[in-house]
């Protein structure tokens, strides 16, 4: 299968790099930054340093969360996109509600995705057009067509404005659906999106690592996405995912 040889290695980076903080979130979390909604680990650099290093085996250049571009991304070839600990803030806390996402895409165009629930010992994967797996068995996304009937699985990116215009707005777009569930993790909100667990997902103005290991697991699981591109590779800006492609058209 084509790029099967790209998943076994992601497989093998995220799994190299979740011994490592399944072991850390054991041990004292050393915080390099905390600004605003937002916090920093050592153990993201060390993860990341462990699927680098694993990665330097493919002729494929990398964008990496904590350490930038490494190599040009703009000569058309496919990318790695690599967020080390995606729910960093979840971790910090000791909740078990964070993962790690990488992904070989295109700008905009996912193609293989991995994400690792390495404290419930998941591994979601996939190839667009190819399949998609739980821990090596198939997977699919739910049946639900009907946001009425759905659960959506959305968050606050770093930089969301807390104002009374911005929550209302916000309140506004999800209120259709039967269940809300914030999980503090894009990219294992949007596994569980290709795996069935919840039926779609939602944010705005998002950094492209935190989701596109998802976004191609739901592809990949016959899902439908939606991203509205931004001018720089490192921001999503709009996501829109589900089950069905009618949960956003209706």
């Not at 916090?39 to 990496?64: C, G, H, M, W, Y």
């Not at 777009?173 to 909100?189: E, H, I, M, N, P």
Request: proline share 4%; glycine share 8%.
């Amino acid at each position: 299968m084509k790029w099967d040889q790209e998943l076994r290695l992601a497989e093998t980076a995220a799994r190299r790099a979740g011994a490592l903080l399944r072991h850390a979130m054991r041990r004292d979390k050393k915080v390099l930054s905390e600004e605003g909604h937002d916090i920093k680990l050592q153990a993201d650099r060390d993860a990341e340093a462990v699927i680098l290093e694993t990665l330097q085996t493919s002729p494929f250049n990398i964008l990496a969360e904590e350490s930038g571009e490494h190599g040009a991304l703009d000569s058309g070839e496919p990318f790695w996109i690599v967020d080390p600990l995606d729910g960093t803030l979840n971790f910090s806390r000791n909740i078990p509600l964070c993962c790690i996402s990488i992904a070989l895409s295109r700008p905009d165009d996912p193609i293989v995705g991995v994400v690792y629930d390495f404290n419930a010992d998941d591994l979601f994967t996939g190839i667009v057009g190819g399949g998609a797996w739980w821990n090596g068995d198939p997977m699919s996304v739910s049946a639900i067509a009907d946001a009425a009937q759905g659960v959506l699985a959305t968050g606050f990116p770093v930089n969301f404005v807390y104002s009374e215009a911005g929550l209302q707005e916000y309140l506004t777009s999800v209120r259709r659906f039967k269940k809300v569930r914030k999980f503090g993790t894009a990219a294992l909100s949007l596994a569980w999106v290709a795996c069935g667990r919840v039926d779609a997902y939602a944010e705005d103005d998002i950094m492209y690592w935190d989701v596109a290991g998802g976004l191609a697991l739901v592809r990949a699981a016959g899902g439908y996405v939606r991203i509205e591109p931004s001018s720089t590779l490192k921001w999503a800006r709009k996501v829109r995912c589900a089950s069905h492609e009618s949960i956003w058209t209706l």
